[in-house]
């Protein structure tokens, strides 16, 4: 009795660690993909941004990324969390009620129109208080008109992600969308092109990637609701039964507003925090201190391409883990995608915090006065990202509400920091605030999610993926810059050493760095 006992806990711990290893695997194949998405995205975004600073200058690029920044913001409370939903409902509805699936699929796109209408007439009406500034009230009132497309686009594509087909979310989200965009920009400028007509350009391709990623999802949601459940899911014990998607179906509008509600509070905030700093740039210093610093934190946000690749495709696999309470794979999970996503990030913001007055004079040449902030967002972001895809962990577990309230106190720490600094150091304040609002909104989700879910955070061995990147771009950039000085010869030198030093470390050290589920995929594609 005793040797049996013995021989089923062997099996069972050995397929606890294929179930760890085929997560992180499934993972790493997920993320090539994604990453081949968002680097094109990314890519194509900077040359948007090019091709924008250099055709309207400082002040009416300025003008352009705050209606941009309007409309992120309002287009996250306007989809009302229905994205949130479909990537948290729908991998649960297809293990327990495939049935289903179209119901609820028909309320999300419902509640989802309703939204958008109202958001839209909101930012529309918003625009009247730029009266002082017209270029900048007429591009507000341009994205209003969008938002309500912008809103089921971006739904759209979560369910598509939701059901994992990976490849028609990236072609869509990824490289349709960002393609067309600096094409319409190249065909507005052939004709004498404002910064209105820029942005007109930039919303354009949005109905076409809505009507794409619509056909898609519906295919996709009849395919899936036509097969009958997983005979052998098994749900947890703790699962709830308000929010179990097995009775016929599915969940009701009520009980799919209960998640949704504090989630678009949080992606409100969330976004309020990511852009709210250049609209009160804009509005405390100017639309050229705005164009200069929005240049800067474009450069961030290209190189998020890993952060972005990773995050599409573990968010749905938590949930899936955290409803089967797979608490082991999920440990295994987190850990392995904290661990890439510092380690390919951190040279990305190497190379530009060493290089950020070379790569800013890209963007025209009074954009150079933007390098001590884009230098602070460097050093600021690759901080951050040591707490990993810690929030999508947060909010797959079903605790919104809980990362609502993380983003109020870390949207508090932006506001009172940019009031307090940008008219003292202007947009380098600016820069200090977002990054301290980010840390602290890392810090408590990280420690939340200790204590509801369970997930150890193994600082020091996600910390330790940083030392590649200060070893190979950072200490040999600084012996370059004081040798070189700025420039492209210098950018260039730093990139060749770094990427074989690098490559190198991370063949040497593939195991402490989890690498080996990476090649796998990469052999299996």
């Known amino acids: 009795m005793s040797a049996c006992g013995h021989n089923d806990d062997t099996l069972k711990s050995e397929s606890n660690l294929q ?35 250099r055709l309207l200058g400082e002040r009416g690029a300025g003008a352009v990324m705050q209606a941009m920044a309007i409309f992120s913001i309002a287009i996250s409370l306007a989809k009302l969390g229905m994205d949130s939903v479909a990537i948290w409902i729908v991998p649960r509805m297809m293990d327990t009620d495939p049935a289903g699936l179209r119901r609820v699929i028909r309320l999300v796109f419902l509640i989802t129109a309703i939204a958008g209408a109202v958001g839209g007439c909101a930012v529309v009406g918003w625009s009247r ?51 067309l965009r600096p094409i319409i920009l190249i065909a507005v400028t052939a004709v004498g092109g404002t910064a209105v007509g820029v942005t007109v350009g930039w919303v354009a391709p949005l109905p076409l990637a809505l009507i794409a990623a619509g056909a898609v999802a519906v295919v996709m949601v009849r395919r899936v609701s036509a097969t009958g459940p997983d005979p052998n899911f098994k749900p947890a014990l703790n699962w709830k039964p308000h929010l179990s998607a097995t009775a016929s179906g599915g969940p009701t509008i009520r009980q799919l507003l209960k998640f949704a509600i504090p989630r678009t509070i949080s992606a409100g905030l969330e976004q309020s925090i990511q852009w709210l700093d250049l609209l009160l740039v804009g509005a405390i210093i100017g639309s050229a201190s705005a164009g200069i610093y929005g240049g800067a934190s474009r450069f961030i946000a290209a190189g998020l391409i890993i952060d972005t690749a990773l995050r599409v495709v573990v968010s749905p696999r938590f949930s899936a883990l955290l409803h089967s309470r797979k608490v082991a794979a999920l440990q295994a999970l987190y850990r392995d995608s904290a661990i890439w996503l510092v380690l390919f990030s951190s040279p990305i913001f190497a190379v530009l915090a060493i290089n950020a007055q070379t790569v800013l004079r890209w963007l025209g040449p009074g954009f150079t006065d933007g390098t001590p902030t884009l230098v602070t967002l460097c050093i600021g972001v690759t901080v951050t990202l040591m707490a990993g895809n810690i929030h999508s962990v947060l909010l797959m577990s079903g605790r919104s509400g809980w990362a609502a309230l993380n983003k109020v106190v870390a949207l508090s720490v932006n506001v009172v920091g940019n009031f307090l600094m940008i008219p003292a150091i202007g947009i380098e304040g600016a820069a200090l605030a977002w990054v301290a609002s980010m840390l602290i909104d890392a810090l408590l989700a990280s420690i939340e999610v200790k204590k509801f879910v369970g997930i150890r955070l193994q600082p020091w061995r996600i910390a330790y993926a940083t030392l590649p990147a200060v070893i190979s771009f950072l200490a040999p950039g600084v012996a370059l810059l004081l040798t070189l000085g700025h420039g492209i010869p210098m950018l260039s030198a730093n990139v060749v050493i770094g990427t074989a030093t690098f490559l190198l470390w991370c063949w040497v050290d593939k195991d402490r760095l989890q690498l080996a589920n990476i090649a796998a995929a990469i052999r299996r594609k």
């Open 129 to 179: 208080f730029y009266r002082a500034e017209s270029t900048l009230s007429v591009a507000v009132f341009v994205v209003g008109l969008a938002v309500p497309i912008g809103a089921l686009q971006v739904v759209s594509l979560s369910i598509i992600r939701g059901l994992g087909d990976l490849r028609a979310y990236v072609a869509i989200g990824n490289i349709l969308l960002p393609t």
């Open 19 to 53: 179930d760890d290893a085929s997560e992180s695997r499934s993972a790493a194949r997920g993320g090539v993909i994604g990453f081949v998405g968002a680097a094109t995205s990314s890519g194509l975004g900077f040359v948007l941004t090019m091709l924008m600073t």
